[in-house]
Nanobody, 123 residues
Framework: VQLVESGGGLVQPGGSLRLSCDVS????????IAWFRRGPEKEREGIAV????????EYADSVKGRFTISFDDTKTTVYLQLNSLKPEDTAGYFC?????????????????WGQGTQVTVSS
């Protein structure tokens, strides 16, 4: 089972990106998928999570109102829409899966991780 992220890149401040996390190999009935990030010389930060059962979401204060997490129609991909990007959003972004359908942003709850995709916000 793998999670595969894509969609990172270089973007100017104020710009947007959409990250994707392929979760098609994840076979649990109910689970949570979260996005985390780790910037240069920063701690890993949980930023958004979505429940597979009812698509409820939770966000870190640092991204609330700018980032949106969602499933595609078949629930094989989780998206993270990044808007109004700032240089401090520069980080490696990782998706992770929790086989318990519980919203939370503690990385210790997540047992399966992708390899990450880099987002760089710079002019």
């Amino acid at each position: 089972v793998q999670l595969v992220e894509s969609g990172g890149g270089l973007v100017q401040p104020g710009g947007s990106l959409r990250l994707s996390c392929d979760v098609s190999g994840f076979s649990f009935d109910d689970y949570a998928i979260a996005w985390f990030r780790r910037g240069p010389e920063k701690e890993r930060e949980g930023i958004a999570v979505i429940s597979s059962s009812d698509s409820t979401t939770e966000y870190a204060d640092s991204v609330k109102g700018r980032f949106t997490i969602s499933f595609d129609d078949t629930k094989t991909t989780v998206y993270l829409q990044l808007n109004s990007l700032k240089p401090e959003d520069t980080a490696g972004y990782f998706c992770a899966a929790d086989d318990a359908d519980v919203l939370g942003l503690d990385p210790a709850d997540y047992g399966l991780w992708g390899q990450g995709t880099q987002v760089t916000v710079s002019s």
